[in-house]
């Protein structure tokens, strides 16, 4: 190609260069605003009869009235007396069944929900895996909001639950995992009695939020958060400094709950979880699950089932 050539075509080059990098720098803040409006819909990748377990599809309304679909698993004793009931709520951005490992640009393990939820089975308990709004096959309600309206979720599940002749409606304990951990703690007090709760790394919006985008973005998370927050409010939102699950702790009365944290969680903060413990009526003490990584701190669930059926036996 002679100079001339080259001449003419390098300014071209050069904005197309330029165009890629911008295009590569744009797209994870692009990816996670959307995660933080409408979430992400992880298809269902197995179910309950992969490990043996029989079950039965649900549909039922959130307490606003979005339409939300999961699966109940009937404990092992067929008889026809009541049986306590334990439900899951999932973090974001994951479904019933937990969260697939890859399935978004995070950097994230597999959480298996049906491990425990066979554990529960064999122990005598009935146990619902759900989908919250905006995430699996339930219906759109956006935006996301780290717990506060997932918390309607949580409070349509119980009320489908306490419908059903099979569960003692005052025998319902509760597993939340990170958005979860903070719904049932937002639903809980509007749906008493509610008699143990398991809370695996609730989180202060606001502290996930930043510790989060310096974790994924750099040098331009903090910006991206000044940014993407009023976008999130304008869509229905409460501010992420509001969504502090300390506050409807207070309420919790005289639900039991065992919290859970990792010792290595990049995203939350000991000084946030160590504050809702403070706040929480009834609690056992803190466990803090030896990790490297958030994911550590949701797996203890997994590592330990014998102390997950132990807590809701003594407590149901």
Known sequence: MSTQSMRRVAPWLLGLGLGIIAARASYRPLYYTRLMLTSFRQPLWRSPTDVGLSYTNVAFASSDGTLLQGWFIPRIDATDRPAPTVLFVHGWPWNRLGNRAGSTLMPDRTVDFLEPAAALHRAGFHVLLFDLRNHGTSAAAIPV??????????????????????????????????????????AVPQCQPIRAAIAVQPVHAITFARNFVRSELGAIGPLAIRLVGPLHQACGAPPLRNIDPAVPAQALGSTVVQYIQGSGDPWGAIADIRRIVAATPQTLPLIIAPSTERYGGYLYINKRLDAVVEFFGRYL
């Open 145 to 186: 909001t780290f717990g506060v309206n997932e918390s309607r979720d949580v409070i349509g599940a119980i009320a489908m639950l306490r419908q059903r002749a099979d569960v003692d409606s005052e025998r319902i304990g509760i597993i939340g995992y990170s958005m979860g951990a903070n719904a049932l703690l937002y």
